[in-house]
């Protein structure tokens, strides 16, 4: 992340400190690599921030979650800080997506392809 990224996103966050439920949630997937040092970067800047994992979501998690009811159902469920609900909501989107299916089927495919290298 560049020091400007951090800076905008660090002056982003001091600037909705407003209300209580003005914390900072981050959902991501903490296998993908850039995803992870992004959030490493973000929340030493600032303490008030709540991840959530979105396993085996690779970069693709905005497709996955994709879906005006999902959307809606996870910032209420921010809102109220309820980590629960948050995490119910995301795995339940998560297991019916079909972008999740490719990259699961993908994984699988290079998996079996390394094995039947000698």
Request: aromatic share 4%; hydrophobic share 40%.
């Amino acid at each position: 992340m560049t020091s400007t990224t951090a800076r905008t996103c660090a002056a982003w966050a001091s600037a909705h400190r407003t209300s209580p439920a003005a914390s900072i949630y981050i959902l991501y997937d903490p296998g993908h690599a850039l995803d992870t040092r992004h959030v490493q970067a973000i929340t030493r800047l600032d303490g008030d921030i709540a991840t959530f994992h979105v396993h085996t979501a690779d970069h693709h998690l905005a497709p996955i979650l994709a879906g005006t009811e999902t959307l809606a159902g996870l910032m209420l469920a921010c809102l109220r800080r309820d980590p629960a609900e948050i995490y119910r909501l995301i795995n339940e989107r998560r297991r019916t997506s079909p972008v999740r299916h490719r990259i699961l089927l993908e994984r699988l495919a290079a998996r079996e392809s390394r094995r039947s290298k000698p």
